[in-house]
């Protein structure tokens, strides 16, 4: 990329300068970067500057990430571009609207035992916290499809950190991660994606569940499985043969 | 059908990078709501030209779409004064005078990395949004986005060289805002 380098004038301190900031992106061919080894070594100048560029690499590493895009920006540009027809793929607003009539025509029994922490049993708090999280804005608090994002977001939230695994390729993008409240603890819930179906993963500590099990309630299938000490219950309206699939590829899959 | 070839290759081409043109769109507009108006709208150009899309890096050919249709963006609906190219070559060599006079022994009273390692989001974010356009995009480009420089060149559209200095003057910069022990 760059030719022989001398110090002499002001010019080539300055492109002396700019080749220390290229080493430091591994740039340089390996000629020149032993080149400008050798001047950094001789020129506390230069090892100066190179200390401060990668001082400010790691610190927008750490502080500035790549902020996630919204999780309705990919829904709104395919609808922009035409290529979802409305109806194939409800938003937000018409399934929580839907939902929300759903919850008005069921009978205040039915709604009494989703309030979590007032007695309701274990997979009540975690139906709540999914019907939660689809009338919401948005069904998850921090939206990631990256498991490197969404893990680090937890341990700041909650003493132990879910396991989080990549299932794209299978078909179940990670959409994202949330905090529900059972048993008046907070713990956390991941969100994966299944065609338009979301999919809430929440893990529950101090497992008390004999085995795997699985159930209908509310209209709701659910799945739940012991692991690391956690119970994992998973709970969506997509078909229990599909939610089944999902469970065994997420209990399969390397962390 | 052409149709079902332009959706395939949107899915392929363009949809992969919709993180990465979000978080230009965002660092070019400053806001949230126009960079999702800046994504979909380049996005639309996108699937337009996708059909006639030559191969090459599929991140770098989305990304020049999204910089360009973010200026083209501003200034329609923000009156922003997008900087002409002559204008730039002319603010980029006054930095530099500047940089090089005032700091006077510039290596030596440059402040050292401990002090750059506490800057906090929002001292960093201002300061990136204090920068000139081109040097701004330049820095987001490879240090938060983390392209190489032929892909940062092929992006703004300068030679590798342009970059590799927009590149230094911006850290320079952004070293010198954050660096002090004030605030």
């Known amino acids: 990329m760059t030719g022989p380098m001398t110090a002499d004038t002001h010019d080539n301190d300055d492109r002396t300068t700019l080749l220390v900031h290229a080493y430091v992106d591994g740039e340089l061919d390996p000629a020149n970067a032993i080149a400008i080894e050798q001047c950094m070594a001789s020129e506390p100048a230069l090892a100066a500057e190179r200390a401060r560029v990668e001082a400010l690499r790691q610190v927008l590493r750490e502080r500035l990430p790549r902020e996630a895009e919204p999780l309705a920006l990919r829904a709104k540009v395919r609808r922009a571009v035409g290529l979802t027809r409305q109806r194939a793929q409800p938003t937000w607003m018409a399934m929580a609207a839907s939902l929300a009539l759903a919850i008005f025509a069921s009978s205040t029994g039915t709604w009494y035992a989703m309030q979590p922490g007032a007695g309701g049993s274990v997979p009540d708090a975690v139906i709540a916290g999914h019907l939660r999280a689809l009338m919401a804005p948005q069904p998850a608090d921090v939206a990631s499809s990256d498991r490197h994002t969404v893990k680090p977001w937890f341990s700041g939230r909650i003493p132990l950190a879910p396991r989080v695994v990549d299932l794209v390729q299978d078909g179940f993008p990670l959409i994202g991660g949330r905090v529900d409240v059972v048993n008046r603890m907070p713990v956390p819930s991941l969100v994966y994606g299944r065609r338009q179906h979301l999919i809430s993963l929440t893990a529950v500590p101090n497992a008390s569940l004999g085995s795997t099990t699985s159930q209908t309630v509310q209209g709701y299938n659910m799945i739940a499985w012991i692991a690391e000490g956690m119970t994992y219950w998973a709970v969506s309206d997509l078909n229990l043969e599909e939610l089944q699939m999902f469970a065994r590829l997420f209990r399969a899959a390397p962390s | ?183």
Not at chain 2, 9 to 37: K, S
Not at chain 2, 67 to 77: D, H, I, S
Not at chain 2, 108 to 130: H, M, Q, S, W
Not at chain 2, 149 to 171: C, F, H
């Open chain 2, 1 to 183: 059908m052409s149709g079902d070839d332009n959706t395939a290759r949107f899915e392929r081409i363009v949809q992969p990078h919709l993180g990465d043109a979000y978080a230009l769109a965002r660092w070019i507009t400053g806001d949230r709501a126009d960079a999702e108006d800046v994504v979909q709208e380049a996005c639309l150009r996108a699937f337009r030209a996708v059909g006639g899309y030559a191969g090459g890096n599929t991140r770098a050919w989305m990304l020049t779409i999204v910089r360009n249709t973010a200026y083209t963006w501003l200034a329609r609906n923000r009156n922003a004064v997008v900087t002409a190219v002559d204008d730039l070559v002319a603010t980029e060599n006054a930095i530099a005078a500047v940089a090089a006079t005032s700091a006077g022994g510039r290596y030596d009273t440059n402040p050292e990395a401990e002090l750059i390692a506490k800057a906090d989001a929002a001292r960093l974010e201002a300061a990136i949004t204090a920068l000139p356009p081109q040097f701004r995009d330049t820095l987001v480009l490879r240090d938060i986005q983390g392209l190489d420089y032929r892909e940062i060149a092929a992006v703004t559209e300068v030679p590798v060289g342009t970059v590799m200095s927009r590149l230094a003057r911006a850290r320079q910069r952004l070293i010198a805002a954050i660096a002090t022990e004030d605030q």
